[in-house]
């Protein structure tokens, strides 16, 4: 098991740096950074786009950054993106320096995501891959929870100190992770091109589309549709980020027993329970809403991992890749979306988190779909 976990400690640590602390953390910075008067509400809303536009480029450049400096080359320049971005935002230059070095976050969160997954796959033991694959996942779970209890800590110095002490964090797991990480060719099979995965695309982008709700609204939901403060909503992007982890390592030890394409099934149905806990107007739906959204939130990410390995084989990369980059522009069309129905419905929570229902609901009968189909032969299976 130790051969196993040392890669997969290491993807996870990439993930945490690159999408839980790059992209998560600015969640509860948002608001800080509105109060003390740097940007103001709808300029913090385009650094949020900003990032998850760079992260769509750092995955779609993940696997000719791969071939071109190999995949430990590429995890720590993804590393080192993240490090100087989060470091540079310690100055308040306004939103126009903030806006490149947000992007540049997201673009170091995007490498990451592209090659910790599948290199730390391609790594270990076949009976292993389902296990290894969602502890990398977890990593992201584990940035978020971590950025809850990091970031209102940091506050208490400031912004400037607030940022630093984010790329400090990420510095240290950069130190861990580099003597660790996994490798993987870049050539052969593992440059060809994925099968199509249409259903499977469909799915994940659905799965994406489902999650805006919870992501963007979940402590508003709490904090003013439910009435139940400032305080309990950050409580619950903690919870959030803890169910990631349970639902990334869980996944991949069922992963590992059922197969992906059924675990994935189940996943979404949790994810769809997750959306319907957050529509009867009661406060005390709001905590189990947050775990089983956060447990849906990373591991049907786990799990689609796990499932482009089953249907990609040595080709995985290609298809996880494509996967990752539907889910990042699914999630800005439909946050874009969200916000303008927001707004132009007096701001009812109802309606955004009725929309995510529905879409998760569509993601899990896509799935039953794609569990129907029969398995998919491969000649290699490394």
């Given at each position: 098991m130790s051969a196993t976990l040392r890669p997969a400690f290491a993807g996870a640590a990439a993930t945490a740096s690159g999408n839980?602390?790059?992209?998560?953390?600015?969640?509860?910075?948002?608001?800080a950074m509105v109060g003390a008067g740097w940007v103001d509400g709808g300029e913090a809303g385009m650094l949020g786009a900003a990032a998850l536009l760079g992260y769509l480029i750092g995955t779609l450049l993940g696997r000719q950054a791969g071939r071109r400096i190999g995949v430990r080359g590429t995890l720590d320049l993804?590393?080192?993106?993240?490090?100087?971005?989060?470091?540079?935002?310690?100055?308040?230059?306004?939103?126009?320096?903030?806006?490149?070095?947000?992007?540049?976050?997201?673009?170091?969160g995007g490498l990451l995501m592209a090659l910790a997954g599948p290199a730390t796959q391609a790594t270990?033991?076949?009976?292993?891959?389902?296990?290894?694959?969602?502890?990398?996942?977890?990593?992201?779970?584990?940035?978020?929870?971590g950025?809850?209890?990091?970031?209102?800590?940091?506050?208490?110095?400031?912004?400037?100190?607030?940022?630093?002490?984010?790329?400090?964090?990420?510095?240290?797991?950069?130190?861990?992770?580099?003597?660790r990480w996994p490798d993987m060719p870049m050539g052969g099979a593992e440059a060809a091109a994925p099968p199509p995965a249409r259903l499977l695309l469909a799915t994940y982008g659905l799965h994406g589309a489902g999650m805006?709700?919870?992501?963007?609204?979940?402590a508003d939901l709490a904090a003013r549709g439910r009435g139940l403060g400032v305080g309990i909503g950050a409580l619950l992007w903690f919870v959030f980020g803890l169910a990631g982890v349970a639902g990334g390592v869980l996944s991949?030890?069922?992963?590992?027993?059922?197969?992906?394409?059924?675990?994935?099934?189940?996943?979404?149905?949790?994810?769809?329970?997750?959306?319907a806990l957050t529509l009867p107007p009661w406060p005390a739906l709001v905590l189990p809403a947050a775990a089983a959204a956060g447990f849906a939130a990373v591991g049907v990410t786990?799990?689609?991992?796990?499932?482009?390995?089953?249907?990609?084989?040595?080709?995985?990369?290609?298809?996880?890749?494509?996967?990752?980059?539907?889910?990042?522009?699914?999630?800005?069309?439909?946050?874009?979306?969200?916000?303008?129905?927001?707004?132009?419905?007096?701001e009812s929570?109802?309606?955004?988190f009725g929309l995510g229902f529905a879409a998760s609901v569509a993601a899990a009968l896509a799935a039953a779909a794609l569990a129907r189909q029969p398995p998919v032969r491969l000649a290699a299976t490394r």
């Amino acid at each position: 098991m130790s051969a196993t976990l040392r890669p997969a400690f290491a993807g996870a640590a990439a993930t945490a740096s690159g999408n839980g602390l790059a992209r998560f953390a600015f969640v509860p910075l948002f608001p800080a950074m509105v109060g003390a008067g740097w940007v103001d509400g709808g300029e913090a809303g385009m650094l949020g786009a900003a990032a998850l536009l760079g992260y769509l480029i750092g995955t779609l450049l993940g696997r000719q950054a791969g071939r071109r400096i190999g995949v430990r080359g590429t995890l720590d320049l993804g590393m080192g993106l993240v490090v100087v971005a989060l470091a540079a935002c310690a100055w308040n230059g306004g939103v126009w320096w903030f806006l490149p070095w947000r992007t540049l976050a997201g673009v170091g969160g995007g490498l990451l995501m592209a090659l910790a997954g599948p290199a730390t796959q391609a790594t270990v033991p076949a009976a292993r891959r389902g296990t290894a694959g969602g502890v990398v996942i977890a990593g992201v779970g584990l940035g978020i929870a971590g950025g809850a209890v990091a970031v209102p800590a940091l506050l208490q110095a400031g912004l400037p100190a607030t940022w630093l002490g984010l790329a400090g964090l990420v510095l240290l797991l950069w130190a861990y992770a580099h003597p660790r990480w996994p490798d993987m060719p870049m050539g052969g099979a593992e440059a060809a091109a994925p099968p199509p995965a249409r259903l499977l695309l469909a799915t994940y982008g659905l799965h994406g589309a489902g999650m805006v709700p919870p992501m963007v609204y979940l402590a508003d939901l709490a904090a003013r549709g439910r009435g139940l403060g400032v305080g309990i909503g950050a409580l619950l992007w903690f919870v959030f980020g803890l169910a990631g982890v349970a639902g990334g390592v869980l996944s991949g030890r069922v992963v590992d027993r059922l197969g992906g394409r059924p675990t994935l099934r189940l996943w979404l149905l949790i994810q769809a329970l997750a959306l319907a806990l957050t529509l009867p107007p009661w406060p005390a739906l709001v905590l189990p809403a947050a775990a089983a959204a956060g447990f849906a939130a990373v591991g049907v990410t786990a799990v689609t991992l796990g499932v482009s390995r089953e249907m990609a084989g040595a080709r995985a990369t290609g298809l996880w890749v494509r996967c990752t980059a539907i889910f990042a522009v699914v999630q800005t069309l439909a946050g874009f979306a969200l916000a303008a129905l927001f707004a132009a419905t007096g701001e009812s929570h109802a309606a955004v988190f009725g929309l995510g229902f529905a879409a998760s609901v569509a993601a899990a009968l896509a799935a039953a779909a794609l569990a129907r189909q029969p398995p998919v032969r491969l000649a290699a299976t490394r």
